[in-house]
Every structure is written in structure tokens, then in C-alpha cells.
């Protein structure tokens, strides 16, 4: 079992940042792949970026040169930094994990509003 536990949303103006961590309850070298979704109302969850134990990330166009996944394996904790933040970015984040067992966990999920 994983827990996951999300952080850092809230309520920012068009135009700002902000920055997500997701902190796992256990070593993320035991973690292959670390993700953001989200999902805005009436809207299905989507994939907003990956970062896999390898290194690779991957983004969702609608956020590639605004946001940016990272992860501190010493800290067991991904983050999304976002930039240049746009109305149709509110939605509810998601972290997401696959577990090199093929484990998958979900954390509670953080409330991002973006203002006009």
C-alpha cells in the first residue's frame, strides 16, 4: 500500500503560479511512474504529466512550457510546478503512482481555482 497526500493547491489570479507536492508514505525507488491528473467538473480526469523512474517526463500539450513535474526521491515526494496559469486549468489535481509491482494509488486530490 501507498498513501498519497496532496498539497499546495488553491486559489491563484490568470497569470500566476503554483506548485503541488505529493508526498508517498514509502521509498519512491519502489515507484515506477509518478503522475498528475486532473479533472474539472463535468469533464473526465486527464493526464497532466508523468515523470518515470528513468527520468522521462511527459506533458499534456495543453500545459507543455507552463508546468513542470518533478521528483525528490530522498523526500518521496513529486511536484507540479505551474506557471502561467489559465481559467481552464481549475480542476481538482490528482498525484498518481505505478509501483514497479504494477501497484496503482491515488491521493485525495487538491483544489486548483484560476481566476480571470
Known amino acids: 500500500q501507498v498513501q498519497l497526500v496532496e498539497s499546495g493547491g488553491g486559489l491563484v489570479q490568470a497569470g500566476g503560479s503554483l506548485r503541488l507536492s505529493c508526498v508517498a508514505s514509502?521509498?519512491?525507488?519502489?515507484?515506477?511512474?509518478m503522475a498528475w491528473y486532473r479533472q474539472a467538473p463535468g469533464n473526465q480526469r486527464e493526464l497532466v504529466a508523468t515523470?518515470?523512474?528513468?527520468?522521462?517526463?511527459n506533458y499534456a500539450d495543453s500545459v507543455k512550457g507552463r508546468f513542470t513535474i518533478s521528483r525528490d526521491n530522498a523526500k518521496s515526494t513529486v511536484y507540479l510546478e505551474m506557471n502561467n496559469l489559465k481559467p481552464e486549468d481549475t480542476a481538482v489535481y490528482y498525484c498518481?503512482?505505478?509501483?514497479?509491482?504494477?501497484?496503482?494509488?491515488w491521493g485525495q486530490g487538491t483544489q486548483v481555482t484560476v481566476s480571470s
Open positions: 515523470t518515470a523512474s528513468g527520468g522521462r517526463t
Open positions: 514509502r521509498s519512491i525507488f519502489s515507484i515506477d511512474v
Open positions: 498518481n503512482v505505478i509501483t514497479i509491482v504494477g501497484g496503482v494509488y
